[in-house]
């Protein structure tokens, strides 16, 4: 599969990680996120919308603001490998010890929730899809994106991102799986200033110490001509 893009504008946040100036020093850096840092602030978001947001929500939403009110997008990606797990977990916890459900995690419990909230916010009622394709879920979303543009929406704001998984689910989790609230906002328009180009992994993929999109930053961030992007069974290739 192959992909060509332009990037406009963007926008990312991560424990300890914000301005576009700390995000280019630490793509200089090791590819890893100092998780018991601080989360930045929400400045985009009403203090209603941000309390019943989940952590990796409320940077979704507040990133994806940020991009939306410059540059009035036509159509809204967001992806998310896990979405709101915790709030699924506390669900069943309550229908298995048949307490009461919260009306907030029941509300907020879905898959598409950051994006509603963001498209709720900007009072924009816009074409907008969520999804979640594993460790490929930033990849896809890519893909998903471009699909857009080519069907006539000129510019799209693809949002990853990700929350804290419950400890409920630590022990089935692959060593240095990432777990921190995070999220990266693009804005994507035709062109082909950059390239990615996929292929199956001829070994084993080794685990990876960042999320698909935050690796993805890192390389292209860091001024390389080439970078590798790795998923559950693929190598995706990015050239400029």
């Given amino acids: 599969m192959n992909i060509a893009l332009n990037i406009l504008d963007w926008q990312a946040s991560a424990p300890g990680l914000c301005t576009h100036d700390h995000w280019r020093d630490w793509s200089l850096a090791a590819p890893m996120v100092a998780t018991n840092a601080p989360l930045p602030d929400c400045p985009h978001l009403p203090m209603m919308t941000a309390r019943r947001l989940s952590a990796g929500s409320r940077l979704a939403v507040d990133n994806g603001l940020g991009l939306l009110r410059r540059y009035q997008p036509e159509a809204v990606v967001f992806t998310s490998r896990h979405g709101e797990l915790e709030r699924n977990q506390r ?18 419990s879905v898959h598409n929730a950051a994006v509603g909230s963001l498209t709720i916010v900007a009072k924009a009622p816009l074409v907008s899809t969520s ?16 699909v857009l543009v080519k069907s006539g929406y000129p510019r799209v704001l693809l949002v990853d991102f990700d929350n804290p998984i419950p400890e409920f689910y630590h022990p089935f989790l692959a060593p240095g799986t990432p777990n921190y609230p995070y999220a990266i906002a693009l804005l994507l328009t035709a062109g082909d200033n950059l390239r990615c180009g996929s292929e199956r992994a001829k070994v084993a993929l ?6 698909q999109s935050l690796a993805f930053l890192h390389g292209w961030l860091s001024g390389k001509r080439e970078f590798t992007i790795t998923g559950e069974r693929l190598c995706w290739r990015w050239s400029r």
């Fill in 91 to 108: 669900i069943l916890d309550a229908l298995a010890q048949q307490q009461p459900i919260s009306p907030t995690d029941f509300a907020m």
């Fill in 131 to 146: 999804l979640s394709a594993g460790e490929d879920s930033f990849q896809q979303g890519l893909v998903e994106a471009l």
């Fill in 206 to 211: 080794s685990p990876r110490t960042l999320p």
